[in-house]
């Protein structure tokens, strides 16, 4: 599953490609690596109806009796314990330029992957949530997210056999997520095309093109 990704396009270009109306995330620094309990931007519906830019923690607080790991990835779209969050009102968009992979054999060694070595913006379909408690040593409110995942493409599955994000490339995949009926909406928890994705890194923790 992947729990590293990055973002190295400007706050310009995520605005212009996403159809951002309003950015609440301040001064964007570039992002070349994107950890679990981080904060990243996500792109929600805004009360408005406009789409807004807004920054919010990576991990899900997970199912009961599961611990206390924070979830980054979610399949199982069937659990009575993700559908809450399924509804339009709780997806989002998770702006991205590359995500990681480590090889499931050892040494494990990761794998970048992108669109094409430009690296070109997407996004990854996901959920958000509000939360109160303890993250990262701040005690209070906090806005979550997570993204889904789905089975591998060929691409993908000689480095990690498992999973995948679920990647959006283009406008009506975007609008969908964030709008459509659920059924309709997870009809995008697909792989990407195999030829639309390729190894553009290995064996970095951060992937610094821009």
Known sequence: MCNLYSLTKGQQAIREIFRVVHDRTGNLPSLPGIFPDGMAPVIRTAPDGARELTMMRWGFPPPPALGTRPVTNVRNTKSSYWR??????????????SFCEWTDTQPKVTHWFALSPERPLFAFAGIWRPWTGLRKGEEGEHQLYSFLTTEANDTVRPIHAKAMPVILTDE?????????????????????PSDALEIVARGERKDEAI
């Open 84 to 97: 809450a969050w399924l509804k339009p009102e709780y997806r989002c968009l998770v702006p991205a330029t």
């Open 172 to 192: 009506a995949a975007c609008a969908a997520w964030l709008t459509a009926p659920v059924e309709e909406a997870l009809a995008l928890q697909r792989p990407l």
